[in-house]
């Protein structure tokens, strides 16, 4: 079991910048895959970015690509999510989670508790 914890959000105005942290503690010598998704109050979780455990491989939402990043440092544990150009719409409790390469929220196995970002207009 992987333990992940996310940090780096908070309140921005349209058009700024954020980035995000996730932490990984417990069996980080396991191959797995980092996603984040992110739920909005009323709405499912949905799928935002994630990457492959050796960095080669990434995929992003249509909703978010160009403008997030995703990325990992396998020496810290950490994987990072630099968001720019973010929008109201982007306002969401944003997740990080281990798993396998995919975009689908239940091929994920540990997930962490979620930081709040916040986007005014």
């Known amino acids: 079991q992987v333990q992940l914890v996310e940090s780096g959000g908070g309140l921005v105005q349209a058009g700024g910048s954020l980035r995000l942290s996730c932490a990984a503690s417990?069996?980080?010598?396991?191959?797995?895959?980092i996603g984040w998704f992110r739920q909005a109050p009323g709405k499912e979780r949905e799928f935002v970015a994630t990457?492959?455990?050796?960095?080669?491989?990434?995929y992003y939402s249509a909703s978010v690509k160009g403008r997030f990043t995703i990325s990992r440092d396998n020496a810290k544990n950490a994987v990072y999510l630099q968001m720019n150009s973010l929008k109201p719409e982007d306002t969401a409790v944003y997740y990080c989670?281990?798993?396998?390469?995919?975009?689908?929220?239940?091929?994920?196995?540990?997930w962490g508790q979620g930081t709040q970002v916040t986007v005014s207009s």
């Open positions: 989670a281990a798993g396998a390469l995919s975009t689908v929220t239940s091929r994920y196995r540990d």
């Open positions: 417990g069996r980080t010598s396991s191959s797995y895959a």
């Open positions: 990457i492959s455990w050796d960095n080669n491989i990434t």
